[in-house]
């Protein structure tokens, strides 16, 4: 969805008296899909009124910006801080930005896919990045022969 639709649900939600019960990033490994050769990340924003509870979730590509919702829910600027210093994804408009003073960390941006990719080969655990990246651009091997099943 494009900002200025996102921004203006989110002001409905807290026009029609919603609160941000949470704002929730999860870093999609390189690969993982068609278009995903860098990774991505998918963000939900939930929110909540009573007993009700809905949530707003997008695909954030890297190099993609994410508007603050600050504006419309002052609370958020704790979110979104620690989602730009931990994911590496650019929050624009932040109402108090830190500046990158939220955390110390011992990795710059830890949860960024390429972070998590280096930790993964540092422990044996995973391919290293250029022998992946050559198996996702080698040809698919051809298909079997479709062979009829009988039915007895």
Known sequence: MDKMTFLARVEEYHEAGWRLALI????IMPGAG???EQGAFDVAWAFARGAEFETIRERI????????ISG???AAFLYENEIRELFGIDV???GLDLQGQLYKTAT???FAPS???????ALGRAEPAAKHAAVAAAPAAPAAPATAE???
């Open 72 to 74: 419309s829910f002052g």
């Open 115 to 121: 972070a998590i990719r280096a930790r993964l080969e």
């Open 92 to 94: 624009t408009g932040i």
């Open 150 to 152: 009988k039915s007895v």
């Open 24 to 27: 929730n990033a999860t870093t």
């Open 108 to 110: 710059r941006v830890p």
């Open 61 to 68: 590509m890297p190099g993609d910006q994410m508007p603050s």
């Open 34 to 36: 068609e278009g995903m």
